[in-house]
């Protein structure tokens, strides 16, 4: 179907002879008449003239080819076809079938209707791009389909190695006539059915973010036709994640073209909204500008709660940040937090250990995607040289202090990330402020009691007091850093 139709159809783009079109639209009608099966809405495999019941096996990539046939065809078929409204009817029924059986990962099952058979990509991949495309021409309800795409895009992404190979791909696949053919199709990394349909869907989604906005309700991802009033002021939405990103549109707070600080990192640099939320649950991030001549440079606070220096990357709100960055600005990286426990399951956030160049390819445990881990120091270096190279200028900060304690003694972070992104810093030639160090000083003086009950929420989050004096800590640091033009904006 999708080898001749998509192809007929072209010649009538080209020619404008619109026999080309009815041939084109004759062929889908026969199709459906022999493999569309209307109680299940998906095409059957395959059809024999020789047998009176034909096998109904419901396989994924032969229902992807369907799919994107017709929406090919209906690209190009004229408004005004006679047949284009069956077509556009016989997509619709298809598409609905299809996201009512997509499963919780945003895969699509190797035979639709049997969940315990595999996961597969390229009808995934199918499946995603031609939802998307089906939303831009305004043929289906982008607000009810286009979560949809967005999880099928999810999963498709996770699958793409650092090699760019595709993973989970069936191989080429003939008529079978029992499920267990389908079941023990082999997958492959060289299977090229994979490697159209993703670009296709990596395009769609691209044109589907063009023409709507996505958004988070009440932590659901939903589409609309246009921008949607929220409540929070400022908010945008990272497609990427699953998360509210409550910040400001990088770069949006410039003046006059002068410069903007901005601050990256986790809840102890900007804890939710940064407004203390229900409790006295403050980070140092939500002060910091209260040392600064907002006059003069802006602040952004780009932190997400959460995040390790691995993840604001995979999950796409570095790459957010970073097209905000202009030469002149400053870029404040507080990571560490978050760096340790399981590499591939729960929240697979953390990074290897140390500052060198190892890695490890895991299998994540809530998609079953391949991801690649890197070490600590090397997500430290990708923020510091892609800020350099927008011509900004980036300093590394230590991890704030816990509240942990041995023998009278706050815990460092001396060992472990406070000396790796020193040496980061050392490497790279940038600045370094010890706010571990700096803070845990000033604990110490206070005393651990007193700073116990009047700094600390949990064992890492501040209260509001705890959040003022790590700011202060930031403000002191950047006062004894030796040549950073920084120091002359602070009050």
């Known amino acids: ?77 004229p408004e005004e076809h006679p047949e284009r409204k069956n077509i556009l009817r016989l997509l619709t029924r298809q598409i609905r079938s299809i996201a009512a059986l997509q499963s919780g990962k945003g895969a699509w099952h190797q035979l639709l209707d049997r969940n315990d058979s595999y996961l597969e990509t390229s009808c995934t991949a199918i499946f995603t791009y031609c939802i998307a495309r089906a939303i831009v021409r305004g043929w289906i309800d982008g607000q009810a389909y286009g979560p949809v795409a967005h999880l099928g895009w999810q999963y498709v992404a996770a699958q793409i190695s650092p090699e760019g190979q595709i993973t989970g791909t069936c191989v080429g696949t003939g008529l079978g006539f029992d499920p267990a053919f389908y079941y023990y199709r082999p997958v492959n990394q060289y299977a090229a059915h994979g490697y159209g349909p993703v670009l296709l869907a990596a395009a769609g989604m691209i044109e589907l973010l063009e023409n709507r906005y996505p958004q988070m309700n009440d932590n659901a991802v939903q589409y609309y036709s246009s921008p949607h009033p929220i409540q929070a002021p400022g908010a945008i939405f990272s497609w990427e994640t699953d998360h509210r990103y409550y910040a400001p549109k990088a770069g949006s707070t410039r003046k006059n073209n002068r410069p903007v600080i901005f601050l990256i990192g986790d809840s102890t640099v900007k804890n939710g909204r940064g407004d203390g939320g229900k409790g006295n649950e403050w980070s140092w991030g939500s002060f910091f500008q209260n040392y600064i001549d907002t006059t003069r440079i802006t602040v952004e606070n780009h932190a997400l709660g959460g995040r390790s220096s691995r993840t604001f990357i995979t999950e796409g709100h570095w790459k957010a940040v970073l097209p905000g960055i202009r030469s002149g600005d400053y870029v404040l990286i507080q990571m560490g937090h978050n760096d340790g426990g399981p590499l591939d399951t729960g929240r697979a956030r953390a990074s290897l250990k140390g500052v060198g160049e190892e890695s490890q390819t895991v299998t994540l445990e809530a998609t079953g995607g391949k991801e690649t881990v890197y070490t600590y ?55 370094f402020i010890d706010l571990n160090e700096i803070s845990a000083r000033k604990v110490e003086a206070m005393g651990i009691d007193i700073a116990r009950e009047k700094l600390y929420y949990d064992t890492v989050h501040t209260t509001y007091d705890g959040a003022i004096l790590n700011a202060e800590s930031v403000v002191e640091g950047i006062r004894e850093l030796p040549d950073t033009p920084l120091k002359h904006y602070l009050k």
């Not at 080209?14 to 008449?33: C, H, K, P, S």
């Not at 419901?58 to 190009?76: Q, S």
């Open 377 to 431: 120091g090397h997500s430290l270096r990708r923020y510091v040289r892609q800020t350099k190279a927008q011509g900004a200028i980036p300093i590394l900060l230590s991890p704030t202090p816990s509240n942990r304690y041995t023998e009278g003694r706050v815990n460092r972070y001396d060992q472990t990330y406070a000396k790796w992104a020193r040496e980061v810093a050392e490497q790279e030639g940038v600045d």
């Open 1 to 77: 179907m999708y080898m001749s139709i998509p192809a007929i159809a072209q010649m009538g783009a080209l020619t404008g002879d619109t026999l080309y079109f009815n041939e084109a639209a004759r062929q889908v009608q026969l199709f459906a008449e022999k493999l569309f099966v209307e109680q299940q809405g998906l095409f059957r495999h395959g059809w024999v003239r020789s047998m009176k019941d034909h096998p109904a096996f419901y396989w994924g990539r032969a229902n992807g080819w369907a799919m994107l046939a017709m929406t090919e065809l209906l690209d190009v078929l």
